[in-house]
């Protein structure tokens, strides 16, 4: 079965500084990866995900995250957060004609 | 687009009660729709899949006969969470995709049971 690891439960960074939220995932087949957002008491917004070709994929909101197929790992960064991005981020993984399996989320807090 | 809605946002019920939870894809057709649920400061748990026209597919662990789902159409699935009790209390979320790979989630339903 696979599973999602995300190291860091709580992230906490200053604003404007960059930030890496870890992301590596179990699986001995091909996968989709994924970056969810949720803001407090709100559904997830999906931040970006890689299917297939260029392994830097960048989404929403100024995040990109690169897919490492030997580290199996699938980081997220951005070089500047905001205030706005404090937030729960989820990563998720799903194989072909599977569910999404979801990471146990990070915490990312911006302080002023 | 690919839009999905959840109906209430909040419900807080009694103990023994039934509360149904709608779940819409707004302006795409859903063919299967999953739904999750989030305790406090937890991940996301795959309750089970809704397929439209048949039964449910649920995970391990889940109880069919307490969480009812009904797919009735490309673009509504229900879980009805019956004879509710206080440990049932959690944020539940569904999805719903175009494609196998992508699924957009609805904004979640708060459900406390007193």
């Known amino acids: ?112 | 687009g690919a839009v999905v809605s959840q109906h209430p946002s909040w419900v807080i019920c009694k103990s023994g009660t039934s509360v149904k939870i709608e779940c819409r894809s707004l302006d795409f057709q859903a063919t299967t729709m999953f739904w999750y649920r989030q305790f406090p400061k937890q991940s996301l748990m795959l309750m089970a899949t809704s397929n439209e026209g048949s039964k449910a597919t649920y995970e391990q662990g889940v109880e069919k006969d307490k969480f009812l789902i009904n797919h009735a159409s490309l673009t509504l699935s229900t879980l009805t969470v019956t004879s509710a009790h206080p440990e049932d209390s959690s944020f539940y979320i569904c999805s719903a995709g175009t494609t196998k790979e992508t699924q957009y989630f609805g904004p979640g339903t708060r459900l406390l049971v007193l």
Request: charged share 15%; hydrophobic share 35%.
């Open chain 1, 1 to 112: 079965a696979q599973s999602v690891t995300q190291l860091d439960s709580q992230v906490p960074v200053f604003e404007e500084a960059p930030v890496e939220l870890r992301c590596n995932y179990s699986s001995s087949v091909s996968v989709y990866l994924f970056w969810y957002v949720q803001y407090p008491n709100q559904g997830l917004q999906l931040l970006l995900k890689y299917l297939s070709g260029s392994t830097l994929v960048k989404g929403i909101n100024g995040f990109e995250a690169e897919f490492n197929k030997s580290q199996t790992s699938f980081h997220l960064r951005k070089p500047s957060v905001h205030i706005s991005d404090t937030a729960e981020y989820f990563c998720a993984v799903r194989n072909q004609g599977q569910n999404f399996v979801f990471g146990p989320g990070t915490r990312l807090s911006v302080l002023p």
